[in-house]
């Protein structure tokens, strides 16, 4: 109970009715989980009795489908609960509830439970869009398109050496998470306010019945650190990113002069006035829910860059809601890419059509040159005065003769019209780039089954983390149940 019981109606209104809503909607279970873990570990560690600890569980069992509502009465939810565990438990039993726990420990284990599911979460669904690329790539290790540098068509390349690249993007961005994950899961219970407790306290108990990876020692760094959060936020930012490039580059294939790729009409959207319109807004709404990701992000870093280290309220529950913005949006971004890639189409027509104009095959007749014998320099002005020859005299890369290129160069050529016109076809130009990473199909599909692999290893990971909870949820549970039935 509160020992200010008026409270301001402003300090009401923006802060401890919002924060209590947030509690009640986000921490409750979590609260009532960490409660019963600790008085498990009390009784364990005889610092309870056991018909205390029995009356404090059985408390909890009628808390847990209660609903709380704001009261000026109470500061937060916490002091809320620990009012209604009194009169349900007794003061003999719940007054010592509180031995070696702070709502400094108590705060910092809440945020990190709400951040590993949501961390899970999104791994599941980046999981999921990684598999939608992949398939994608697989269908297209043989779709010519241009490949693009400073805007500009560069050189040819398909559309699954294209995805296929943007899975090692991504396939890093899951690692981030995933090491995200291991920062967060770190238990802070029994670190109390910051510098531990007097009473022999069992800390590893409340690791284990929470489902932790390991206890976060220093008691300062327990409940002041926010590094976890960061990167957590870090991982989103960088991952919001790398998709905000990849919409850049589905809108610019959607435009009309390029229609590389079609929007399927369910993500369409007409013009009041112009009758031809296909705006393919789906894409646009995608790049601002990753912006606002971003911005989420770059919003944490500024709420925590000047603050000291230790227990503050800016590293609790003002953060929160601003790293679940973070996360909401990015997870928003990632269904709707999913499913747009999942309806649409590439025109592949188009693509390899593209990937042979504008003599982006050009780099194929200089390696040609080479071939027969003549310097990469000088194969490269030869070629590229047989390009400005071309363009001079509207010719297209096909029209292009070996009497051409001898004609620009001052040197003897031994070259056919066979070998210039094989060395300009965009498909052998693919074909023959078989070296690590390079675009041919061979190479490509080689690294989509690695892509795939790691794939599995996630879904393993993320599977693995999902029954270690369960099963800690469990032996709680269990504990619980035993301890209210001894005798």
Known sequence: MSDFPFRNPTYVKHVLEPHFAQARALFLQPMLAITRAHTLMLHQ???????????????????????????EQFEDLFFALEARLLALAGVEAAGNLQLARSRNDLDAALIRVILRDKTLHILATLEQFCQV???????????????YTHHQPAQPTTLGHYLSGMLGVLGRDTKRLQAAYSSINLSPLGAVAMTGTGFPIDRTVLEQY????AVLENGMDAVGAVDHSLELVSAIHILSTNLSRMVHDLVFWASQELGFFRVANEFIQISSIMPQKRNP????????????????????????GNIPFGDVNDVAEPLLPVTLAALSETQAALELLSAVLQTSSF??????????AHFITATGLADALVETGLPFKQAHTVVSRTVDYALRHNLQSHQITAQMVRDVSSIP?????ALVQQALDPEQFVMRRTTLGGSAPST?????????????????????????????????AGDCQAALTSA
Not at 136 to 147: E, F, K, N, R
Not at 210 to 213: A, I, N, R
Not at 347 to 356: L, S, V
Not at 413 to 417: C, F, P, S, V
């Open 444 to 476: 490509v599909q080689t690294a989509l089954e690695q892509s795939q692999a790691q794939l599995q290893a996630l879904q393993n990971w993320r599977e693995h983390q999902r029954i270690a909870l369960e099963q800690a949820a469990q032996s709680l």
């Open 210 to 213: 929470l489902g932790f990876d």
């Open 133 to 147: 690329v992949l398939n994608q790539a697989q269908l297209h290790t043989h779709s010519l398109m241009p490949g």
């Open 45 to 71: 560690t005889n610092l309870l009795e056991l018909r205390h600890a029995k009356n404090i569980l059985a408390a909890l069992e009628t808390i847990q489908h209660e609903d709380f509502s704001y009261s």
């Open 413 to 417: 050529l031994e070259i056919t019209d």
């Open 281 to 304: 807004v789906v894409l646009e709404h995608t790049r601002a829910k990753l912006a606002r990701a971003s911005g989420y992000a770059n919003t944490a870093f500024g709420m925590v």
């Open 347 to 356: 025109n592949t027509d188009n693509m390899r059509q593209a990937a042979a």
